[in-house]
């Protein structure tokens, strides 16, 4: 008589990634799509590092929780992303960054990194001892906090007497922490990766009402501070020259680490894909993640494993 056990055949393994995830302000956003299209193509997340927006995707993702910040990030309208900005005249940052991770803090949960079902590092800059810090214990969302501080622009996290900001200034797309990690493979996803000539967006209608009282006031201020980079009769603000020099910074360490710790695979989101407060694109955005992550994993050839 045969036995029913032995005509079973066992499953194969699925294929585990530790992921890499790089800053990019709310080019970051794609990080989402691009952590979905991994996981519907049969890959299991066993680790993940990030700097600045990469932390906070990483770290969501890490928690369990991040179908809950997708639909929270793509519900976002202009104005909402200005009324979770809390803005300081005091202090090395102009915006205090308080209110954003109240926000999703209470959206996600309050939870320590070594809790977490999935490893995780988030990578900062101590500016005091001017050196790359990885945070592994501790709240997440101090640790997001102090990752995504960019200089200048957000007041930076102090984390046991020293001055912690965005992890970009020192590794932007941090491989390192994932050294040691027990996976099959190493994938990075790059938001700064070359530019490129993307579809033209549909924009506001050229006779939309003008706006009137605190609201246009408050429109009329964002676009003087911050500037426009689709619109060049008016030229890029301070913030988007800043983000600019930034960017290009973050490109040459990005080139530095992808030459040093080389992964398996690097799915790059051109760095034009959208400017860095940008969040109110969220769904295109994460489209563009999931549609890269998949054009990438077609053309992929991954090494045996084992």
């Not at 979905?36 to 997340?45: D, H, M, N, V, W």
């Not at 793509?74 to 915006?95: E, F, R």
């Not at 799915?267 to 407060?277: F, G, L, W």
């Not at 969040?279 to 993640?289: D, H, K, P, T, V």
Request: one cysteine or more.
């Amino acid at each position: 008589m045969n036995d029913p056990q032995a005509l079973e055949v066992p499953a194969r393994a699925q294929p585990t990634i530790a992921l890499a995830l790089s800053t990019g302000g709310a080019r970051g956003l794609a990080h989402i799509g691009a952590i979905e299209a991994l996981t519907a193509a049969g890959y299991r997340i066993t680790a993940v590092a990030g700097s600045s927006m990469g932390a906070l995707i990483g770290g969501i993702h890490a928690a369990g929780k991040l179908d809950v910040y997708r639909d929270w990030a793509c519900a976002l309208q202009k104005m909402d992303v200005l009324k979770l900005v809390d803005w300081t005249l005091s202090g090395a940052g102009l915006i205090k960054g308080d209110r954003i991770i109240g926000v999703l803090r209470e959206l996600i949960g309050a939870v320590n990194i070594e809790d977490l079902p999935i490893p995780f590092t988030a990578v900062a800059t101590d500016l005091d001892r001017e050196r790359e810090v990885w945070l592994t214990r501790g709240p997440l969302f101090d640790a997001i906090r102090a990752s995504i501080a960019i200089p200048t622009i957000f007041q930076p996290r102090p984390v046991h007497g020293h001055r912690l900001v965005d992890g970009g200034l020192m590794n932007p797309l941090p491989l390192t922490p994932l050294l040691r990690s027990p996976s099959d493979y190493t994938v990075a996803v790059n938001v700064n990766g070359p530019p490129e000539v993307l579809p033209a967006r549909a924009g506001p209608g050229r006779l939309a009402r003008p706006r009137s009282g605190l609201r246009g006031k408050v429109a009329a201020f964002v676009k003087r501070t911050i500037g426009n980079h689709e619109d060049a009769a008016h030229g890029p603000g301070w913030m988007d020259t800043l983000t600019q020099s930034l960017d290009l910074m973050q490109q040459n360490l990005t080139g530095f680490r992808l030459a040093s710790d080389r992964p398996d695979l690097v799915i790059e989101i051109p760095r034009n894909a959208s400017a860095v407060y940008e969040f109110y694109r969220a769904s295109e955005l994460i489209e563009l993640g999931r549609e890269r992550t998949e054009r990438a994993l077609s053309a992929w050839q991954p090494q045996g494993r084992g």
